[in-house]
């Protein structure tokens, strides 16, 4: 059995910056990618940043290209997230998953195979 723990969360003020983490245990597994997503309170959940281990390449959604930085080491199936600049509407639980398949979109939830349990980042104005 594979876990993703998360790391990192907290309550911060606006214009902030914080470092989410999570690592990999359980069973040795091989990611093709790693990602991060987030999900509001009454939202869906909604893909960040990806990092595909081949080519090191990186992927981030609009709204947080130029803030956050996703970064990671693939021997160790760990992930980082650096965020900066945070703003309220940033406020969400943060989750970081792991894509075992060489396909499909980094940016599509149900492309990725295992998910942590979740940080809650808290933003205040």
Do not use: H
């Not at 690592?23 to 893909?47: D, H, I, L, V, Y």
């Amino acid at each position: 059995q594979v876990q993703l723990v998360e790391s990192g969360g907290g309550l911060v003020q606006a214009g902030a910056s914080l470092r989410l983490s999570c690592a990999a245990s359980g069973r040795t597994f091989s990611s093709n990618a790693m990602g991060w997503f987030r999900q509001a309170p009454g939202k869906e959940r909604e893909f960040l940043a990806g990092i595909r281990w081949s080519g090191s390449y990186t992927y981030y959604t609009d709204s947080v290209k130029g803030r956050f930085t996703v970064s990671g080491d693939n021997a160790k199936n760990t992930v980082y997230l650096q965020m900066n600049s945070l703003k309220p509407e940033d406020t969400a639980v943060y989750y970081c998953a792991a894509k075992a398949r060489p396909y499909g979109s980094i940016s599509y939830a149900p492309n990725y195979d295992y998910w942590g349990q979740g940080t809650q980042v808290t933003v205040s104005s």
